[in-house]
């Protein structure tokens, strides 16, 4: 089993910054490939970055260049530094895990029906 709980979100004016995490407990296989989605109210659930914990990463067109997703093994955290925020980035982020996905397409790892696990959210506002 999986366990993952975020914290870090805030609100922040536009052009500001903030830093996710997600603590991630449970089997290390079932939570190798690791993600953060995102939801605004009446929207869907959208992926935003994924990596597999070793150096593959991708992003979302929405936010290439100005987020950053990472991972400490150690730590067992996942983070996503998030740069020049924009009032459309106001959203709950979630961070998601699950088994490898391998090599696929950027659209299958940001892809929420391919993660098993979840965590509760954190809210983040971004004010203009």
């Known amino acids: 089993h999986v366990q993952l709980v975020e914290s870090g979100g805030g609100s922040v004016q536009a052009g500001g910054s903030l830093r996710l995490s997600c603590a991630a407990s449970g089997s290390t296989y079932l939570r190798s490939s690791m993600a953060w989605f995102r939801q605004a109210p009446g929207k869907e659930r959208e992926g935003v970055a994924a990596?597999?914990?070793?150096?593959?990463?991708m992003y979302a067109d929405s936010v290439e260049g100005r987020f950053t997703i990472s991972t400490d093994n150690a730590k067992n955290t996942l983070y996503l530094e998030m740069n020049s925020l924009k009032p459309e980035d106001t959203a709950m982020y979630y961070c998601?895990?699950?088994?490898?996905?391998?090599?696929?397409?950027?659209?299958?790892?940001?892809?929420?029906?391919?993660?098993?696990?979840w965590g509760q959210g954190t809210q983040v506002t971004v004010s203009s």
């Open positions: 998601a895990a699950t088994p490898p996905l391998g090599w696929a397409m950027k659209s299958y790892w940001l892809f929420p029906r391919k993660y098993n696990y």
């Open positions: 990596t597999d914990g070793v150096g593959y990463t």
